[in-house]
């Protein structure tokens, strides 16, 4: 557990289930609709590319090509693996992702 991570943040990941139709859903399209929903938001434009860079990352790197792959596990593997990352770097990525599946959750993208 990395410091400052509060006990239980991954449960978001290990319990969300893709919704029926979303299951199978490339994952690709869905950070992207993710970021203009932050820009709608009147959210600064670095924070809404630093966001972007670190979803694509961690997509990237862990191999997740559908909203099925994601789960808390290859997630975890993916963070033991990152030597040349400082643990607040880490915190942040934990953070953004799971902004990001909060926002798959409101948009009806994975259930609770």
């Given at each position: 557990?990395?410091?400052?991570?509060?006990?239980g943040t991954?449960?978001?990941?290990?319990?969300?289930?893709?919704?029926?139709?979303?299951?199978?859903?490339?994952?690709?399209?869905?950070?992207?609709?993710?970021?203009?929903?932050?820009?709608?938001?009147?959210?600064?434009?670095?924070?809404?590319?630093?966001?972007?860079?670190l979803i694509?990352?961690?997509?990237?790197?862990?191999?997740?090509?559908?909203?099925?792959?994601?789960?808390?596990?290859?997630?975890?593997?993916?963070?033991?693996?990152?030597?040349?990352?400082?643990?607040?770097?880490?915190?942040?990525?934990?953070?953004?992702?799971?902004?990001?599946?909060?926002?798959?959750?409101?948009?009806?993208?994975?259930?609770?």
């Open positions: 557990m990395l410091p400052g991570e509060a006990f991954l449960a978001l990941l290990e319990d969300a289930l893709p919704t029926a139709g979303a299951a199978n859903a490339k994952l690709e399209p869905l950070p992207c609709s993710h970021l203009r929903d932050l820009q709608a938001q009147n959210c600064d434009a670095e924070h809404v590319s630093t966001r972007g860079l694509r990352r961690i997509s990237r790197d862990t191999g997740w090509k559908s909203i099925r792959d994601i789960s808390a596990d290859s997630f975890v593997s993916w963070r033991s693996k990152v030597q040349n990352l400082a643990p607040r770097t880490l915190n942040n990525y934990l953070a953004e992702m799971l902004a990001f599946l909060n926002w798959l959750v409101t948009t009806d993208n994975l259930t609770e």
